[in-house]
């Protein structure tokens, strides 16, 4: 239906347009698909823009019919409008972006759980295509998501404050305000019903052995890895005197770690004193992007078995407590370990 406001608003455009013979030329940047003429209606407030992604030069009010035979990505191109009623040729480029227009959308149907980070400012509606702006998410937002409707994506669960919470109210989102962050799965290794397994770490010779039992009680060891391990002593005074030992006892894998960019680790400000960082500190670097390699199993106490950049320190006391391998035998431990699988650390063989 034609608005009130149409005729006003289109005598704006036409101000707007008219001086400006440029847009009336084609932007060799934009690549542009003929479809079928569709009659469309704008759902909400909408500014129309002389490209996609170009600038704005007007605003169209909720209800405005027009019609189209070319998009763009999410941009549809208005090739005529309705003033007074009657279909005329749209006198420029005007191109108006696929939130604000109201289509025919697919049921919403489940989809597999996916992670979005907002790439720009995000409209978050009440329904899939719906007119009621419920918060707007800053760039960088991110959420979760296993239900969508057409380009709509539902909002499942968030981030507030970094932990990630479910949502069960109706939120969508346009697919093109966003981008797809969600990690690539890793296979695990197939662990048979009745069938455990766990790793025995020998201080001594500084094997990692993996075993593995049946449902019979037979083990055996299907992994063997060399590591490095916690230097076994402490700091002098001046340097915080911390101590640094990687204590035999039983342990379990508490959470598993996988960071496709480098697991990071930055220098607490407790060892911010030893000799061995003074150079970092003073250069202002205190964090190292991937210095851990991108896999790695917390076992408690601070503990954590993961990959090294330094190769040197396997074999060796080293570490300040936690257990290093090649970042390829780290990925192998991820692989084969699950969540609440033992760890045993022993000084010799037992």
Not at 6 to 11: A, D, G, I
Not at 118 to 139: C, K, P, S
Not at 187 to 207: A, C, D, T
Request: with cysteine; net charge negative; aromatic share 10%.
């Amino acid at each position: 239906m034609f608005t009130k406001y149409s005729s006003r608003m289109l005598l704006c455009l036409f101000l707007l347009l008219s001086p400006l013979s440029a847009l009336s030329q084609p932007d060799s940047r934009v690549v542009v698909a003929s479809a079928g003429t569709s009659a469309l209606t704008i759902t909400a407030d909408a500014p129309i823009f002389n490209r996609p992604d170009g600038d704005a030069i007007g605003t169209w009010y909720a209800g405005t019919p027009f019609t189209s035979n070319e998009e763009s990505g999410p941009w549809l191109r208005i090739t005529g409008y309705f003033p007074e009623g009657s279909w005329k040729a749209a006198p420029g480029i005007w191109w108006v972006h696929k939130e604000h227009v109201f289509q025919d959308i697919p049921q919403e149907r489940s989809v597999e759980a996916r992670t979005y980070e907002a790439v720009q400012l995000l409209y978050v509606r009440d329904e899939a295509g719906g007119e009621t702006v419920l918060d707007t998410w800053e760039v960088g937002s991110r959420f979760t998501s296993n239900r969508q409707a057409g380009d709509w994506i539902r909002v499942t669960g968030y981030f507030p404050g970094d932990a990630w919470t479910p949502n069960r109210e109706s939120w969508w989102v346009h697919r093109s305000g966003v981008r797809d962050i969600t990690r690539p799965t890793v296979p695990l290794v197939p662990l048979k019903p009745g069938h455990s397994r766990y790793i025995v770490i020998n201080k001594e010779s500084f094997l990692l052995n993996v075993h593995e039992v049946d449902s019979r009680g037979q083990e055996r060891i299907i992994y063997t890895a060399l590591v490095g391990l916690g230097r076994d002593e402490c700091m002098p005074r001046e340097q915080g005197g911390n101590c640094y030992f990687t204590e035999p006892g039983e342990y379990a894998v508490r959470w598993k770690i996988y960071e496709p960019d480098g697991i990071e680790w930055c220098i607490p400000p407790s060892m911010e004193k030893e000799e061995r960082y003074a150079a970092d500190i003073a250069a202002g670097q205190r964090c190292f992007p991937g210095v851990l390699g991108n896999f790695a199993l917390n076992i408690g106490k601070t503990y954590a078995i993961h990959g090294t950049r330094n190769l040197d320190s396997i074999g060796q006391r080293m570490s300040s407590g936690c257990i290093r391998t090649h970042n390829d035998v780290a990925e192998q431990l991820y692989k084969l370990m699950r969540e609440g699988d033992r760890v045993v650390i022993q000084e010799g063989d037992s």
